[in-house]
């Protein structure tokens, strides 16, 4: 058991001691960052895929087709962030976090986020339908992204320890894929908006703006959001 002492000492030499940090081009793993103050600086666009009223999920259903619902829309959303390049960096019940990195990484997380809307609508929820025909049950979800410097570091004790994302972007994306209104799936910043490629900002035939400008009332700051849907084939 750890001694009261022994936590000052701990939290004392985190505060005394100089960080090493190095720039990165690859998503780290634990194994490539000291436990200690070490870091890597990465340039990166974080997507957050989260489940919403999960609350609601676990207190009106059965335990197990929570358990399912979750299975499913998890491993739907990482099989596309996988598709598109990014990084599966955690998972926290309900949802999923993975940074994309490169030239396209912005231009990359949307699709990701557009093609996740595609797959709950076409592949989630008509499974749920068959396979439980007399549920009323239909899954929402909502993306949010951001791109941003992050910095990494490795968190928590010998034998029990993670990387933590520090920086706007892990922020930003997190709080994106909270909010409320799910009749926009996909949410990102002006900052990811601003460095989508053409296919990715029009579609349809008609190239139709897909993305919609709003205000971000929490932070006062510009945002796009979409229901547009890019389909797998």
């Known amino acids: 058991m750890a001694t009261a002492k022994e936590l000052q000492a701990e939290v004392a030499a985190i505060l005394a001691t100089k960080w090493q940090r ?19 600086d990465l340039d990166g666009t974080v997507l957050y895929a989260d489940l919403a009223d999960s609350t609601g999920l676990v207190n009106n259903y059965k335990d197990w087709f929570a358990a399912e619902v979750y299975k499913a829309y998890l491993v739907v959303a990482s099989r596309i ?20 990195l490169g030239n396209t990484k912005n231009t990359n997380a949307a699709r990701t986020g557009l093609q996740i809307n595609w797959a709950v609508s076409q592949v989630i929820n008509p499974a749920l339908k068959v396979a439980y025909s007399n549920s009323s049950f239909q899954l929402k979800q909502r993306v949010g992204i951001d791109s941003s410097k992050l910095m990494v570091a490795r968190t ?3 034998g029990s320890n993670d990387l933590v994302w520090v920086g ?26 601003a460095r989508l490629s053409e296919e990715t900002k029009l579609g349809g035939s008609n190239k139709q703006p897909m993305w919609e400008k709003t205000l971000w009332t929490e932070t006062g700051l510009a945002i796009y959001r979409s229901n547009w849907t890019w389909s797998i084939a």
Not at 22 to 40: E, H, M, Q, Y
Not at 81 to 97: K, L, P, S, Y
Not at 168 to 193: E, G, H, M, Q, W
């Open 22 to 40: 190095r720039d990165g081009t690859v998503v780290p793993d634990t194994s490539n960052i000291k436990l200690g103050n070490d870091a890597a």
């Open 81 to 100: 962030i996988r598709n598109n390049g990014g990084e599966i960096t955690a998972f926290d019940g309900d949802r999923v976090m993975a940074v994309f």
């Open 156 to 158: 928590g004790i010998r």
């Open 168 to 193: 706007r972007a892990a922020n930003y994306a997190a709080k994106l894929a909270a909010l409320s209104d799910t009749t926009y799936p996909t949410v990102i910043t002006d900052t990811v908006f």
